[in-house]
C-alpha cells in the first residue's frame, strides 16, 4: 500500500502559541500513526518564500493522512492556529517503489550469476 503524507509550509507570527499547537497535533498525528519526518529545521527557500517553516507527515496510507486532517479532534486544534499561522497544507499519496525493486531484481540476478 502506498503511504500519504502532508506536506506543510507554514508562517508563524506567535512562536509560544505554535508551542502549544505543536502538542496538541503532536498526539493527534500519533493516534492515526503519523511520522514526522521533516519538523522545522534547516532550510532555504529557492522559489516563492514567506514560508520559514516545512513540516513533513509520513501516514501508513493516504486515506489514513486525509482521516487525520479531516478528523475532528484536528480539526479544533487547526482552529487554534487561525491567529498566527499561514500555512499551505497538501496531503498526498505516496509513489510505488517500483524503481527500488527492479535494482533488488537485478542485483539479485547479478549475485546469482557471479
Known amino acids: 500500500m502506498k503511504k500519504g503524507y502532508w506536506v506543510v ?13 505543536v502538542s496538541i497535533a503532536g498526539h493527534i ?7 514526522f ?9 529557492v522559489e516563492g518564500s514567506g514560508f520559514e517553516r516545512t ?6 496510507s493516504y486515506q489514513i493522512a486525509k482521516n ?3 478528523s475532528d479532534e484536528y480539526q479544533d486544534a487547526l ?10 497544507l497538501q496531503y498526498c499519496r505516496g509513489a510505488e517503489l517500483i524503481i527500488f525493486s527492479a535494482f533488488l531484481s537485478r542485483l539479485y540476478a547479478f549475485l546469482n550469476t557471479s
Do not use: M, W
Open 55 to 60: 513540516v513533513l507527515v509520513e501516514f501508513p
Open 9 to 21: 509550509r507554514a508562517h508563524i507570527s506567535n512562536i509560544e502559541d505554535y508551542k502549544k499547537y
Open 37 to 45: 519526518i521533516i519538523r522545522g529545521g534547516d532550510q532555504e527557500e
Open 29 to 35: 498525528v500519533a493516534k492515526f500513526e503519523g511520522k
Open 79 to 88: 482552529s487554534y492556529t487561525k491567529e498566527f499561522i499561514k500555512q499551505a
Open 68 to 70: 487525520c486532517y479531516k
